[in-house]
């Protein structure tokens, strides 16, 4: 991969409806599912790396320690905009598929700005048909990790 840009100057995303917040985003284990996205979105120019991560001070929503702290983010951000006379963003498309999440985009990274020494976020979502018929196992469920501290990524390789 010479030639190409460090990880140190790779650019977070920024999006307001980042599933993760801000970050540097990555499908955990699963390169195929990476691709498919990749594709969709950049077409026939459509590129992965694979990367080694070091999850660090990692801000796991898979941990209910961690989860039980996006209420009162999520409390702070709602009092703030009433006072402002704003509302908050709401997520956009289905609950439990994709869509833009602007409210969980916006909490998280109020929450991780009143608690900055993570390095990472962890999250496990639900998205796609079921596999089976009834079956609660859905065909596109993944984790993403964003990573927000680029010292997390110790390497990278060309997933085969």
Request: with cysteine.
């Amino acid at each position: 991969m010479s030639g190409e840009r460090p990880i140190n100057a790779w650019p977070p995303s920024r999006n307001p409806y980042d599933w993760l917040g801000s970050g540097i985003y990555f499908w955990e284990h699963d390169p195929g599912r990476a691709m498919k996205w990749a594709q969709q979105r950049y077409g026939s120019s459509a590129a992965i790396v694979g990367a080694i991560i070091q999850l660090g001070r990692c801000f796991d929503l898979l941990d209910v320690d961690f989860t039980s702290k996006l209420l009162p983010a999520y409390e702070q951000e709602k009092q703030e905009a009433d006072v402002a006379g704003r509302r908050l963003p709401t997520n956009r498309g289905r609950d439990d598929d994709v869509g833009g999440r602007y409210l969980d985009c916006r909490v998280i990274n109020a929450c991780l700005q009143a608690l900055p020494s993570f390095q990472v976020v962890r999250g496990a979502f639900r998205e796609g048909e079921p596999a089976f018929p009834s079956g609660q196992i859905f065909r596109e469920s993944h984790i993403q990790i964003a990573v927000r501290d680029p010292r997390c990524i110790l390497g990278v390789f060309r997933p085969t």
